[in-house]
């Protein structure tokens, strides 16, 4: 089954306990993009990578770090989390080759950090 | 550049009534336009997409839109709701930049459906 599978789904920490938060696709697709969703404010990127070794930021990456050693993981890497990181927080991929694809996403399920 | 608009945080209507989701977007070449789907405590699905065929799209659930570019909008609509259809729906723009299609999000309408 075609999926974007992101570990944990929920998770309690404290202040400045780093933690990381996993990605995995299974559909072999170029682009992977991490988002934080929070009330009133929809969907904001954090990170993206249109391939391997390949990333940028963002419209809100600070206290964020991202890694792209294999096409198919792409994890979210909170070094200090701070209780302003306490939200929703979801990973997409997408296909990215030119023409062959429309920029349509593939979600995971979401994982709901909460920093106290 | 491109961006989203998205008429009304929250849209409350009654089962059997019809749903309008108002999208307006902006982009500098012909975009594709996406509406997305959030169930709660779920992660987003893609309810219909516009890639410059029709301009009238059917998607999941009885869902459609219909792509306007002279009002530059790309409403959601649905005869009839259902209470099942209460769900954040998200609109979205992808625009050719680079050769890259990174989509744009709108902020999210809330709808809610009365029995």
């Known amino acids: 089954e075609a999926q974007v599978t992101q570990n944990p789904r929920y998770l309690i920490t404290v202040t400045g306990k780093k933690l990381t938060v996993t990605c995995s696709q299974n559909m072999n697709h170029e682009y992977m993009s991490w988002y934080r969703q929070d009330p009133g404010l929809g969907l904001r990127q954090i990170y993206y990578?249109?391939?391997?070794?390949?990333?940028d930021k963002g419209d809100v990456p600070e206290g964020y770090k991202v890694s792209r050693k294999e096409k198919r993981n792409f994890p979210l890497i909170l070094e200090s989390p701070s209780p302003n990181q306490t939200s929703l927080y979801f990973c997409a991929s997408s296909f990215f080759a030119v023409g062959a694809q429309t920029g349509e996403l593939f979600f995971g399920e979401g994982s709901r950090l909460t920093v106290l | 550049a491109q961006s989203v608009t998205q008429l009304g945080s929250h849209v409350s209507v009654s089962e059997g009534a019809l749903v309008l989701l108002r999208c307006n977007y902006s982009?500098?070449?012909?975009?594709?336009l996406f509406w997305y789907v959030q169930y709660p405590n779920q992660g987003l699905q893609l309810l219909l997409k516009?890639?410059?065929?029709?301009?009238l799209v059917k998607g999941i659930n009885g869902f459609e839109a219909e792509f306007k570019k002279s009002e530059t909008s790309f409403h959601l609509t649905k005869p009839s709701a259902h209470m099942s259809d209460a769900a954040e729906y998200f609109c979205?723009?992808?625009?050719?930049?680079?050769?890259?299609?990174?989509?744009?999000f709108g902020r999210g309408t809330s709808l809610i459906v009365h029995p």
């Open positions: 982009s500098s070449v012909p975009p594709y």
């Open positions: 516009y890639t410059s065929a029709a301009t």
């Open positions: 990578s249109m391939n391997v070794e390949v990333t």
């Open positions: 979205a723009v992808s625009a050719a930049s680079g050769g890259s299609y990174i989509p744009t």
